[in-house]
């Protein structure tokens, strides 16, 4: 609680500093780069310390994805491809997580997969946390039956395209190496047709997109989708032409969609961090520009 | 006085009328009786036909292959039990069965009632099927015909996108006709492009500081046309540098964009007539790993301090990353990438940014090469194919459903049956 | 605060990454060396075992016994064939695998990003300028739906290069390049939260993981 309180004065101060940073831009004085990042760190920082929550509105796009997921029935079997690596982590970690945890909870068969070589060890770790709630531990679910990682396979959109005839061809052994046909839960899951829903969560390409080009419109898959925040943006024209049922974008689209299931996780714990870090640039910008317009009227 | 005679006549006529009575009597009682098993029977009837309500089947079956599939599904089509238009209907349902090998029904949907069609997706090619549709009631099935046996069959061509080979055969035409007149010398038109101007001046300015060059052409493969357009790029640049004998640097994220780099670095070294002057150090492996590679590179130009960077190809994250840090060392920075995502960055960070498709333009105005001139042309009549669909379809949409013109909708539906291919 | 030697490694690798933004010093070179090397080693040993190993060598050879795919083989010559770009004299058959895979995916292109990127997109534009609601007009749909009609018509009068940009078509292009910007713009805002977010991360990582301060 001292904790809350001391970086909620520091935050104060903070907020005094950039005044003071604007009052120094009006005079014509330049501030060093170094001290700009080191606000930055202090305003990322600080906030994680706070025990406040801002108040977090689900998007229309967030509220898609969880229409769809929640019209899942018990048993359903969902395909997700995790397709991002550790730098992405932070924004797609918890939507995995949220997801996994979500599924698990009302026994839907979960099939993992990955397009970039560390997805599948992203997967195990959200696989790992879900695993540790204790609603889900008291169901004792078993690998194979429950849930299944299929590992990574190079090829990117030709394994896409690939699956839509035979995931085996793709996916001859799961991440432990034991052969397709020998996985209870793959038992019948020829393609596509097979899974009700895919999931993805990614970071750059191959990812969503290709997802859409090569699943969706020509398997006729039914496909939502978490992306980081810089990817998202390219999705939005998908999201509004059908092709993927709703979009999860960055840290944002994290703690909405957790909101949304009532699954808290880090998302939800940053989101306050997001919130000083994105105001903190906006008062820099207003004030580079302030800057740059003096500097024009001197000139 | 009555005769004893007269007695017995009437005694006897007595006795008749008698027998006559009980006969009738017995007659009539066996009758009624038998009135009696009837109506029961007609009740036993009743109730036996209350447990087996009789329901009319299905009829008409008609099993057909799904057209433009991968031999993957069959569609089955009936006409409805005619008790399923009742206002009472007893008909709770229906069940299709597949025909197995052993001549058994294999039940593989339950479809409410009303359903008059249903598609089997696991079937595959080289099997015959055949099939039939029971009506059920609350106690009672009945099936329809069998139909007959019909193998899945794959299409060679999908006519569902007949529109998207025309569409892709107008362009394509056009690419080539294009390519063609550039062949014949004929010089094609492309507008200017902000930016190229600047590459000469930022090569002469990395002459007069005495300072190198560094170039990045992506973090892509040399699959990915991003990297193509800012190899072709390197090659003109590097026409300028072999001219002034300035020094360039081209560390690469793929070892095969490496390959072609020096390769392209060296035909430009040929071309401006100093073979001797190039060096296979001009372009090297870094790593393949995106964040190793920035890290590389950014040591790469805190170390060397070049006075011009290049970032031409297809970038991601790492894009504000290196021009931050080129904005750091005071290099003049020109970009071009088509990823829209970090456009943003460069426009920010660098002197001069090409915008999405301008680094492909600027590549084409830059080699002149007619393959690369023709097909800016020809994707420029695809711009136009897609820009009057849209004007036409935004104001047919407009017409059809602000002021319910049915001509307008006609249009509308034609345009979206052309660019719907699902 | 952290026992693990792991954890240690990834916190002070990550202090001394970040002390590049003070200046360019050893701590940042050897851990800036370390990145590298061990993320090329890394991609080395994924390919080899994902690709060489799992791929190839069981697709063709599969360990339960059954048959192989024979189709294989024709990626596994393509493969060595790369390897005679070491050579200057037999170089240029290195060429022709790349030949393969370039126009194998200009195959995969042509349909799929033709269909969603392009044609798909063009039909979900053509929508009606005004949006109605029940009896009346739903001005945020329509203002939504002109202002999308406009910037798509425009954007691409701009990327259109065969006509110079005078005139009416200029003025149309210039409405084009100023919704591209704002689009960019938008696009800039997204991207700081992402390059936000992975710095939170790291601070959690940094606090949380290590010195145990966040719980």
Request: charged share 20%; with cysteine; proline share 4%.
């Given at each position: 609680m001292m904790g809350h309180y001391i970086a909620l004065s520091l935050l104060a101060v903070l907020g005094l500093g950039m005044i003071f940073i604007f009052y120094l831009t009006v005079k014509g004085r330049t501030i060093e780069r170094r001290f700009v990042f080191l606000y930055i760190v202090f305003t990322v920082s600080l906030p994680l310390f706070v025990k406040m929550k801002p108040p977090i509105q689900v998007s229309p796009e967030v509220q898609q994805v969880v229409e769809t997921i929640t019209s899942l029935s018990p048993g359903a079997k969902v395909l997700i491809s995790c397709d991002f690596d550790p730098p992405s982590a932070p924004e797609l970690q918890p939507m995995l997580v949220a997801f996994t945890k979500y599924a698990l909870k009302h026994d839907l068969k979960l099939i993992f997969m990955g397009l970039w070589p560390l997805g599948p060890s992203q997967a195990n770790r959200g696989l790992r946390l879900a695993l540790a709630d204790t609603i889900i531990a008291a169901k004792n679910l078993t690998y194979g039956v429950d849930y299944v990682n299929l590992g990574f396979q190079s090829g990117n959109e030709f394994v896409i395209q690939a699956m839509g005839g035979s995931f085996k061809s793709m996916f001859p052994q799961d991440d432990r190496r034991i052969p397709y046909d020998s996985i209870p839960l793959l038992n019948g899951v020829v393609n596509y047709r097979q899974i009700d829903l895919v999931m993805n969560f990614s970071a750059g390409k191959p990812g969503t997109i290709e997802w859409i080009q090569n699943a969706v419109d020509r398997y006729q898959v039914k496909l939502s989708a978490g992306n980081t925040a810089v990817q998202a943006p390219q999705v939005y024209p998908y999201l509004r032409a059908g092709q993927v049922r709703g979009l999860m974008g960055g840290m944002s689209g994290a703690a909405e969609f957790e909101l949304a299931l009532n699954e808290k996780g880090k998302a939800s714990s940053f989101i306050l961090s997001q919130m000083f870090s994105h105001l903190a640039v906006m008062l820099f910008v207003i004030v580079g520009n302030v800057a740059w317009l003096m500097t024009r009227k001197k000139k | 006085m009555v005769s004893t005679a007269n007695q017995g006549d009437r005694r006897c006529a007595t006795n008749l009328i008698r027998l006559l009575l009980v006969t009738f009597a017995v007659l009539l009682t066996f009758l009624h009786n038998r009135a009696l098993a009837d109506n029961s029977a007609v009740d036993t009837s009743s109730v036996v036909s209350a447990s087996i309500t009789p329901l009319a089947p299905p009829t008409s079956l008609v099993v057909s292959d799904h057209v433009y599939d991968n031999a993957e599904r069959l569609d089955l089509v009936w006409v409805p039990s005619i008790d399923d238009k009742l206002i009472a209907s007893k008909l709770i349902e229906y069940r299709v069965y597949r025909i197995t090998d052993s001549g058994d029904g294999q039940r593989i949907a339950v479809l409410p009632a009303g359903a008059n069609s249903f598609?089997?997706?696991?079937?595959?090619?080289?099997?015959?099927?055949?099939?039939?549709?029971?009506?059920?009631?609350?106690?009672?099935?009945?099936?329809?015909?069998?139909?007959?046996?019909?193998?899945?069959?794959?299409?060679?061509?999908?006519?569902?996108?007949?529109?998207?080979?025309?569409?892709?055969?107008?362009?394509?035409?056009?690419?080539?006709?294009?390519?063609?007149?550039?062949?014949?010398?004929?010089?094609?038109?492309?507008?200017?492009?902000?930016?190229?101007?600047?590459?000469?001046?930022?090569?002469?300015?990395?002459?007069?500081?005495?300072?190198?060059?560094?170039?990045?052409?992506?973090?892509?493969?040399?699959?990915?046309?991003?990297?193509?357009?800012?190899?072709?790029?390197?090659?003109?640049?590097?026409?300028?540098?072999?001219?002034?004998?300035?020094?360039?640097?081209?560390?690469?994220?793929?070892?095969?964009?490496?390959?072609?780099?020096?390769?392209?670095?060296?035909?430009?070294?040929?071309?401006?007539?100093?073979?001797?002057?190039?060096?296979?150090?001009?372009?090297?492996?870094?790593?393949?790993?995106?964040?190793?590679?920035?890290?590389?590179?950014?040591?790469?130009?805190?170390?060397?301090?070049?006075?011009?960077?290049?970032?031409?190809?297809?970038?991601?994250?790492?894009?504000?990353?290196?021009?931050?840090?080129?904005?750091?060392?005071?290099?003049?920075?020109?970009?071009?990438?088509?990823?829209?995502?970090?456009?943003?960055?460069?426009?920010?960070a660098c002197d001069f940014t090409l915008i999405g498709e301008e680094l492909f333009a600027a590549s084409a105005y830059l080699s002149s090469e007619p393959k690369q001139l023709g097909s800016l042309k020809g994707q420029d009549l695809g711009k136009a194919i897609a820009l009057t669909a849209i004007t036409i379809g935004v104001i047919a949409a407009t017409g059809s459903s602000a002021w319910h013109i049915g001509w307008m909708q006609d249009i509308l539906n034609a345009l979206e049956s052309i660019f719907l291919t699902r | 605060m952290s026992t693990e030697f792991g954890v240690w490694v990834a916190a002070l690798m990550t202090i001394g990454l970040f002390s590049f933004l003070y200046k360019d010093n050893p701590f940042f070179k050897v851990c800036e060396a370390v990145f590298i090397g061990s993320s090329t080693g890394y991609w080395a040993v994924v390919y080899f075992f994902d690709n060489l190993q799992k791929k190839l060598w069981e697709g063709i050879f599969p360990p339960d016994g059954a048959v192989g795919d024979a189709w294989l083989w024709g990626g596994a010559i393509l493969g060595i064939l790369m390897l005679c770009r070491l050579s200057n004299k037999i170089g240029w058959i290195a060429r022709w695998p790349v030949s393969f895979i370039v126009g194998a995916t200009a195959g995969l292109y042509m349909i799929n990003y033709f269909v969603s990127s392009a044609m798909m997109q063009v039909a979900s534009t053509m929508q009606s300028l005004v949006v109605t609601n029940g009896g009346g007009i739903d001005w945020q749909a329509t203002i939504g739906s002109v202002v999308v009609a406009v910037a798509v018509v425009s954007g691409l009068i701009y990327f259109f290069f065969s006509k110079e940009h005078t005139g009416a078509f200029g003025g149309v292009a210039k409405v084009g390049i100023w919704f591209l910007m704002i689009t960019f713009g938008a696009s800039f805002g997204y991207t700081v939260m992402s390059r936000m977010s992975l710095l939170i991360g790291r601070m959690d990582y940094l606090f949380g993981d290590w010195l145990g301060m966040i719980r």
């Open positions: - | 598609s089997d997706e696991n079937v595959e090619s080289g099997h015959q099927y055949s099939y039939y549709i029971t009506s059920v009631g609350a106690d009672s099935e009945f099936p329809s015909i069998s139909s007959e046996p019909i193998e899945p069959e794959r299409e060679w061509l999908n006519y569902h996108l007949i529109s998207l080979l025309l569409i892709c055969m107008i362009i394509g035409v056009a690419i080539t006709y294009f390519i063609e007149t550039a062949r014949r010398g004929k010089k094609l038109f492309i507008r200017r492009i902000a930016g190229l101007e600047a590459i000469d001046d930022a090569v002469g300015r990395a002459t007069e500081m005495g300072r190198p060059i560094l170039f990045i052409p992506g973090i892509q493969d040399m699959d990915d046309v991003g990297t193509v357009a800012g190899v072709t790029i390197l090659g003109r640049v590097c026409r300028v540098v072999a001219e002034f004998d300035t020094k360039i640097s081209v560390p690469t994220s793929r070892s095969l964009v490496m390959t072609a780099a020096r390769e392209t670095i060296k035909t430009a070294y040929q071309t401006a007539g100093r073979p001797d002057k190039y060096s296979d150090d001009m372009s090297n492996y870094i790593t393949d790993e995106q964040f190793g590679y920035v890290a590389a590179v950014n040591g790469i130009m805190v170390r060397e301090k070049p006075a011009t960077c290049f970032y031409m190809g297809t970038f991601y994250a790492e894009s504000l990353l290196l021009a931050e840090t080129g904005n750091s060392v005071g290099a003049i920075q020109i970009a071009g990438t088509s990823n829209p995502m970090q456009i943003p960055f460069f426009v920010v | -």
